[in-house]
Antibody, heavy 120, light 106 residues
Framework: EVQLVESGGGLVQPGGSLRLSCAASGFSFSDHYMDWVRQAPGKGLEWVGRIRNKANSHTTEYAASVKGRFTISRDDSNNSLYLQVNSLKSEDTAVYYC???????????WGQGTLVTVSS | IQLTQSPSSLSASVGDRVTITCRASQGISSHLVWYQQKPGKAPKLLIYAASTLQSGVPSRFSGSGSGTDFTLTISSLQPEDFATYYC?????????FGGGTKVEIK
């Protein structure tokens, strides 16, 4: 069974940083692209970014709203995905989901999400 | 690429046929997917490549379209289908979602 479990969310002050983690199991993690998607309270889904697999050199893509502040990385040896979030703003408050990408790059499995609240 | 979903919300009864549209600001071929999200839950993939049903998704769901105009249809609405539906384009980066369509009980 595919499982994705996020952790690392919490309350952080504006300008602060967090590292979100996503533990994957039940599939060959290293073969898949992985994405982060967020959802502000009561709002729609926003794509945050993607990291490709080793075959594609672990290259990354980001939404304009987070580029330069957020960094996606992965550790294939530990089946883990990460999102380093820096210079946080109130508008970054959201539930952050990790998701597995299929060969068509649709997101076919999602974690339960971790809440990041940016507030003083 | 901007995706515009319409309507933003709708009220329907069990058994109704429901159609949701997603319009892209430029052509995206068939690189469009649909997700369903229920309150407090993660999204669930329904359809990929505009019209291919994800494994395990009931056949009452269907998708169509290519280029800039896409449709998600629920042929006979069931109680478990009351949720918010999102389209997403996978044609080019940054990937983008539509604003969502909330399907409510009439």
């Amino acid at each position: 069974e595919v499982q994705l479990v996020e952790s690392g969310g919490g309350l952080v002050q504006p300008g602060g940083s967090l590292r979100l983690s996503c533990a994957a199991s039940g599939f060959s993690f290293s073969d898949h692209y992985m994405d982060w998607v967020r959802q502000a309270p009561g709002k729609g889904l926003e794509w945050v970014g993607r990291i490709r697999n080793k075959a594609n050199s672990h290259t990354t893509e980001y939404a304009a709203s987070v580029k330069g502040r957020f960094t996606i990385s992965r550790d294939d040896s530990n089946n883990s995905l990460y999102l380093q979030v820096n210079s946080l703003k109130s508008e970054d408050t959201a539930v952050y989901y990790c998701a597995r990408s299929t060969v068509t790059t649709a997101l076919d499995h999602w974690g339960q999400g971790t809440l990041v609240t940016v507030s003083s | 690429i901007q995706l515009t979903q319409s309507p933003s919300s709708l009220s329907a009864s069990v058994g109704d046929r429901v159609t949701i549209t997603c319009r892209a600001s430029q052509g995206i071929s068939s690189h469009l997917v649909w997700y369903q999200q229920k309150p407090g839950k993660a999204p669930k993939l329904l359809i990929y490549a505009a019209s291919t049903l994800q494994s395990g998704v009931p056949s009452r769901f269907s998708g169509s379209g290519s280029g800039t105009d896409f449709t998600l249809t629920i042929s006979s609405l069931q109680p478990e289908d009351f949720a918010t539906y999102y389209c997403q384009q996978l044609n080019s980066y940054p990937l983008t979602f539509g604003g969502g369509t909330k399907v409510e009980i009439k």
